[in-house]
């Protein structure tokens, strides 16, 4: 029996209904993109494991899918494979197993890139990537195996009018998209490096940022059990829980921030970027928010989160962040950056749920022609490539059909506007009968001004 057709959890087909959508979602984000002067960039689908290993933290590096060494079936390397299995059971990486893995994200593949060609580029370098990642992740509502990222850095500048115009973009795309109650979510990481330095624990960043990280999937406590477990002391866990529970304005969390740990250099210089920020985008849904991390070990200053509106269960639907020294992991030092993402996916499954799509994006073909038999179609054939030309997108129907209720019923399922009816009178008179399939209007066109009916249409 052959087996039931399927596909990997956590990916999707995409029909000509979600494509048209998503296309409205990228061409969007890309408008904008280059609207603020980014270009493009692809970069391949896979990586060597060597680029993606380490750049992620030890939550990330878990999700990078590993690709398997090519002839691993050959019985010269059967002994290698059956070792480098041992190694990964140990927690290690084996290159006799695998090389190459499928990228995470865009930015450590953009950061590599950049470090390949930094003596071509002209920096500042600004560019943007639209191109699918791939998770090992537990597939749910939200977040997928495969998905679309869309990003956009700036590298070569340490300018802190790079990060306002993240912000913007970020407000000018949801906008756009109907989205106006949108929410961007803004911290620094040198502020959070200023609450490890208060608590005496600048060895324990990481894990102080990890377990922060997760205060919107588990409760408080459990993120100071998972403190604990790290080798934090209570009276460090106490400072921390001072810091996670400041609330209010984005003026009253400032000045809370300034009592708690206001005394350390690096919390004056992360909040006066923030402040900077605020400035240039009055008007606009940012809020401060502290217990924002990141979870990514490269980010080094302004961080940002983009929350979709509460009214929908989705969480983040974007972010990003400044990293300085990013490209350093490839042995190009100082090269300083700044980007941010936007979820397509997430995106899509939050317009979808409130309706935002806009109602003619399913329209492709503008005009059916029917068949009205072997003559009439020949006929009709000639009159439809001269719409095309004119790049008016129209069929014919694919059999000769008397039953002309079944040629509408196809049109209408298919969301086709308006049905052109050439029968064997009409071409005598050089004229053909149009119907407007939405309002039931018919009206009669000669040949010649078909063009320009659908033109007005």
């Not at 000509?16 to 890309?30: C, G």
């Not at 990586?47 to 899918?65: A, M, R, S, V, W």
Request: glycine share 8%; aromatic share 10%.
């Amino acid at each position: 029996m052959s087996n039931k057709p399927s596909i990997p959890q956590g990916t999707r087909d995409f029909s000509a209904e979600v494509i048209r959508k998503r296309n409205f979602i990228l061409s969007t984000i890309k408008t904008v993109f280059e609207l603020y002067g980014f270009q493009p960039l692809e970069t391949p689908a896979m990586e060597n494991l060597e680029t993606l290993l380490g750049k992620y933290g030890e939550e990330g590096d878990k999700l990078i899918f590993k690709i398997l060494n090519n002839g691993l079936n050959n019985e010269k390397n059967i002994d290698k494979a059956k070792a480098g299995f041992e190694k990964v059971l140990e927690g290690k990486n084996s290159t006799d197993l695998t090389e190459r893995a499928l990228k995470y994200d865009l930015t450590i593949p953009f950061a590599r890139y950049v470090a390949m060609n930094h003596t071509k580029l002209t920096f500042p370098f600004r560019r943007y990537q639209i191109q699918p990642v791939w998770r090992a992740d537990r597939p749910q509502k939200g977040r997928y195996r495969e998905f679309t990222q869309c990003d956009a850095d700036v590298v070569g500048s340490q300018s802190l009018m790079n990060d306002v115009e993240f912000a913007l973009i970020y407000d000018e795309v949801f906008n756009r998209l109907g989205l106006a109650d949108y929410e961007l979510r803004i911290n620094s990481r040198k502020i959070l490096s200023a609450l490890a330095k208060a608590c005496n624990a600048t060895d324990k960043l990481v894990a102080i940022t990890t377990a922060i990280d997760k205060l919107d999937k588990i409760s408080i406590d459990k993120v100071k059990i998972e403190l604990a477990e790290k080798g934090l002391t209570e009276e460090q866990i106490e400072l921390i829980e001072k810091y996670v529970n400041i609330s209010g304005s984005n003026k009253e969390k400032t000045d809370q921030l300034i009592a708690l740990i206001g005394n350390i250099d690096e919390a004056g210089r992360g909040l006066e970027e923030i402040k900077k920020i605020l400035a240039h985008t009055a008007g606009k849904n940012i809020v401060v928010d502290f217990t924002l991390a990141r979870g990514l070990n490269y980010y080094t200053g302004i961080i940002y989160e983009a929350k979709a509106p509460a009214k929908v269960q989705m969480g983040s639907i974007g972010g990003g962040g400044r990293y300085d020294d990013l490209t350093g992991l490839f042995g190009v030092p100082d090269i300083p950056g700044v980007g941010i993402s936007f979820g397509v996916d997430r995106i899509y499954d939050v317009l979808d749920e409130l309706k935002l799509f806009p109602e003619n994006l399913q329209v492709s073909t503008q005009a059916l022609f029917f068949n009205m038999g072997e003559n009439e179609s020949a006929f009709a054939f000639t009159i439809m490539q001269q719409l095309r030309k004119a790049g008016i997108a129209s069929e014919l129907y694919h059999k000769e059909e008397l039953k002309v209720a079944k040629q509408f019923r196809y049109a209408e399922d298919k969301k086709i506007p308006f049905a052109v009816i050439i029968g064997s009178k009409e071409i005598e008179q050089n004229y053909c009968q149009v119907k407007n399939l939405a309002t039931g209007e018919q009206h009669v066109v000669v040949f010649e001004n078909l063009v320009a009916f659908f033109n007005k249409n």
